[in-house]
T-cell receptor, first 114, second 113 residues
Framework: QQQVKQSPQSLIVQKGGISIINCAYE??????FPWYQQFPGKGPALLIA?????SEKKEGRFTISFNKSAKQFSLHIMDSQPGDSATYFC?????????????FGEGTQLTVNP | KAGVTQTPRYLIKTRGQQVTLSCSPI?????VSWYQQTPGQGLQFLFE???????NKGNFPGRFSGRQFSNSRSEMNVSTLELGDSALYLC????????????FGPGTRLTVL
C-alpha cells in the first residue's frame, strides 16, 4: 500500500512538444505529492509539488494534475526543451503516518530531441 | 544559501569493510533523511533524524545505521559491506520533522568490490 507506480519508464518527445508522466498511488493517507528532476551525477531537485486539496498546480512550463478519486497524478511539461532531458520521479508522503519520508515512483527517463 | 553537502562524493570499498558517509543540511534545516538509489530498486528511504533522534526507519538491515549531531549534521554508517550495497546514497534536509518539502544533496557514490 506504500507503493507509487510511475509510467512510462522512458519517453521521447520532440522539442516544443508536451511531455506527460503519470503516477498512481494506493495509500489514501498520502497528503503531499512532489515531482523531482534528476540529471546524471546530481541529486534529485524538487520541481513542483501538490497537496490533495487542489486539482491542478502550474509553475511556468510545469503543471501537476491531481485526481484524488482515481488516486492518480501527472506531470505535464509544456514546450519541452532539450534541457529538460533528465529522469523524473514522482513521490508521495504522509505527514501523519510517516513524517517527511518520501515514497518514490520508479522514474521516467525523458529525452527531448532538438 | 548553501545547499545540502555530502562527503565524500565517491568511495570505493571492499566486501566486509565498513563505511561512514557525512551530510550537512541546509542552514537552518533540522531534519535529515537518507535514501539509497540503485538502478534496480530505485530510490528507497533509509531513515530520518530530527533533534539527534531517529524518527523514522525504512526496510533496511541493521548494518545500516545513522546518527545526527547537535548542529543537525548527520552521518550514516554501513558495516560489513556487501556487493549489493553499491549505490548512490542521498541525503535530504527539511526544515523540521514532518515538513514534506525535502532538498537533496548530490549524493555519495559507493562502490563495493
Amino acid at each position: 500500500q506504500q507503493q507509487v507506480k510511475q509510467s512510462p519508464q522512458s519517453l521521447i518527445v520532440q522539442k516544443g512538444g508536451i511531455s506527460i508522466i503519470n503516477c498512481a498511488y494506493e495509500n489514501t493517507a498520502f497528503d503531499y505529492f512532489p515531482w523531482y528532476q534528476q540529471f546524471p551525477g546530481k541529486g534529485p531537485a524538487l520541481l513542483i509539488a501538490i497537496r490533495p486539496d487542489v486539482s491542478e498546480k502550474k509553475e511556468g512550463r510545469f503543471t501537476i494534475s491531481f485526481n484524488k478519486s482515481a488516486k492518480q497524478f501527472s506531470l505535464h511539461i509544456m514546450d519541452s526543451q532539450p534541457g529538460d532531458s533528465a529522469t523524473y520521479f514522482c513521490a508521495a508522503s504522509s505527514k501523519e503516518t510517516s513524517g517527511s519520508r518520501l515514497t518514490f515512483g520508479e522514474g521516467t527517463q525523458l529525452t527531448v530531441n532538438p | 544559501k548553501a545547499g545540502v553537502t555530502q562527503t565524500p562524493r565517491y568511495l570505493i570499498k571492499t566486501r566486509g569493510q565498513q563505511v561512514t558517509l557525512s551530510c550537512s543540511p541546509i542552514s537552518g534545516h533540522r531534519s535529515v533523511s537518507w535514501y539509497q538509489q540503485t538502478p534496480g530498486q530505485g530510490l528507497q528511504f533509509l531513515f530520518e533524524y530530527f533533534s539527534e533522534t531517529q524518527r523514522n526507519k525504512g526496510n533496511f538491515p541493521g548494518r545500516f545505521s545513522g546518527r545526527q549531531f547537535s548542529n543537525s549534521r548527520s552521518e550514516m554508517n554501513v558495516s560489513t559491506l556487501e556487493l549489493g550495497d553499491s549505490a548512490l546514497y542521498l541525503c535530504a534536509s527539511s526544515l523540521v520533522l514532518g515538513v514534506n518539502e525535502q532538498f537533496f544533496g548530490p549524493g555519495t557514490r559507493l562502490t563495493v568490490l
